[in-house]
Nanobody, 124 residues
Framework: QVHLVESGGGLVQAGGSLRLSCAGSESTFSHRVMGWFRQAPGKEREFVSAITWRTGGTAYADSVKGRFTISRDNNKIPVMVYLQMDSLKPEDTAVYFC???????????????WGRGTQVTVSE
């Protein structure tokens, strides 16, 4: 199991920015895919973005494409995954989770380790 801890959430006005961080307990995620998901009240958990640790390949949900950027830093211990969120909208309000998978997927069911989440609230 990989222990993941998210941070960086908060309250921001529409149009603002936040940077989420995810710290991992292992010294390397070289064989893993790291993903960000979010869950708004009363809604299903949805895919936001993912990155392959070895190559840095990325994918984004259509709803965040062009506004969010995922990145990783494997030169630090603990290893870090980031989600830069710009041009935030009220509909981005949710709890954001970091997760790890051994295969490339946008399905939450494919991710086996999850953090506890960090709240992002975007006001009008």
């Amino acid at each position: 199991q990989v222990h993941l801890v998210e941070s960086g959430g908060g309250l921001v006005q529409a149009g603002g920015s936040l940077r989420l961080s995810c710290a991992g307990s292992e010294s390397t995620f070289s064989h893993r895919v790291m993903g960000w998901f979010r869950q708004a009240p009363g809604k299903e958990r949805e895919f936001v973005s993912a990155i392959t640790w070895r190559t840095g390949g990325t994918a984004y949900a259509d709803s965040v494409k062009g506004r969010f950027t995922i990145s990783r830093d494997n030169n630090k211990i603990p290893v870090m995954v980031y989600l830069q969120m710009d041009s935030l909208k009220p509909e981005d309000t949710a709890v954001y989770f970091c997760a790890a998978s051994v295969r490339w997927s946008s399905s939450a069911a494919s991710y086996y380790s999850w953090g506890r989440g960090t709240q992002v609230t975007v006001s009008e």
